[in-house]
């Protein structure tokens, strides 16, 4: 009787593995948080020479990510994929702010930043500071960078998600390397609808 | 007679609990998937900062987690504990939770600090076609979590 009271046990327990409602919230492709919080606030110098603060974009919703000018993959992909969305994005590109914070302050200033990002699109503005500032937005956003030495010269290790701001400068989510602009496009639509 | 009455009233309850079980792995196998919740849950419990302070390693977060598509694949990560904390891809403050979604089968690396290595592999897999992958999946699920 014991072999079949275990049959039965498994076989219900089977028919059980069906778990409550999924969670409610923002919809978004991106990774969720939930309560928002306010975005820690940047004190830093932007490429377009006057300084940075996240306050000058209330009303708009701000795409973060941090990286350096001389990445040779994962920033410039992030950054042509930026700006297909905001191009996507059509008369609402407005409203949206793309943010580069460097993680790398000896070499990119606010001119090489401006340079660097104009190519992408020329609405993106750069960061930069002290590295001390440049450590304190990191950890207030949970980024990491790790310089790496090269042969000729050196690369940094970094995250590479981009932080989702929404107009009322809470930080809602965060998106993972690799996804597509039209990801970016949904979200930002959402933020900027709410 | 006795005896009789005894193994017919027997017969008839392997009957049915053969039937019951056989209807639970056809409907095991054969009911779609979904339309439950497709989170993957880890909490980081109270009083973990102040463990690992006192020398006592907390491994909350494996190394590589593994999803479902279709099933399972929205990591949900909660912060219980009284303190910032990097779980994973992301710093999530105290009583807040980061849930992220997948779409497409790969896999997914993060830099984490929490982790030795520096990353954190996430592992999105197709969901289960057909019954006996359906069945497959339910079996695995339900050990996991009697584990």
Not at chain 1, 52 to 58: P, Q
Not at chain 2, 56 to 69: F, G
Request: glycine share 8%; hydrophobic share 45%; proline share 7%.
């Amino acid at each position: 009787m014991k072999p079949l009271l275990a049959a039965v046990c498994i076989a219900l327990g089977c028919a059980a593995v069906a778990a409550p409602a999924a969670s409610a919230g923002l919809a978004l492709k991106a990774g969720v948080f939930e309560p928002p919080r306010l975005a820690p606030e940047l004190a830093l110098r932007g490429s377009d020479g006057q300084e940075l603060k996240l306050a000058r974009y209330r009303g708009k919703a701000v795409l973060m990510s941090f990286g350096f000018s001389s990445c040779p993959a994962v920033c410039p992909t992030t950054l042509a994929t930026l700006a297909q969305a905001r191009k996507l994005m059509g008369p609402q590109a407005d409203a949206v702010q793309v943010i580069f914070v460097t993680v790398d302050p000896e070499r990119d200033d606010p001119a090489r930043l401006k340079t660097y990002l104009s190519a992408f699109d020329p609405a993106f503005i750069g960061a930069t500071g002290k590295p001390e500032a440049l450590d304190a937005v990191r950890k207030a956003y949970g980024v990491s960078a790790r310089k790496v030495a090269m042969s000729d010269g050196y690369l940094f290790d970094h995250s590479s998600s981009i932080f989702l701001i929404d107009p009322e400068g809470r930080l809602r989510g965060m998106m993972p390397y690799g996804r597509e602009a039209k990801d970016f496009v949904h979200d930002v639509k959402l933020l900027l609808a709410k | 007679m006795v005896r009789r009455t005894y193994w017919r009233a027997a017969l008839a309850a392997c009957v049915a609990c053969a039937a019951l079980v056989l209807g639970a792995l056809a409907w095991a196998a054969w009911a779609p998937l979904g339309g439950g919740s497709r989170d993957e849950l880890f909490e980081i419990p109270k009083g973990t900062y102040a463990r690992r302070m006192a020398g006592n390693p907390v491994e909350i977060l494996p190394d590589t987690i593994r999803l479902t598509l279709g099933v399972k694949d929205v990591l949900l990560l909660r912060n219980l504990d009284e303190v910032p904390q990097v779980f994973g891809p992301a710093l999530i403050m105290p009583g807040q939770s980061f849930r992220l979604p997948f779409e497409v089968a790969s896999t997914y690396s993060f830099a984490c600090t929490a982790h030795a290595s520096g990353q954190m592999n996430v592992i999105v897999q197709p969901g289960p076609s057909g019954p006996w992958q359906t069945l497959n999946w339910r079996v695995r699920q339900l050990l996991r979590r009697a584990s």
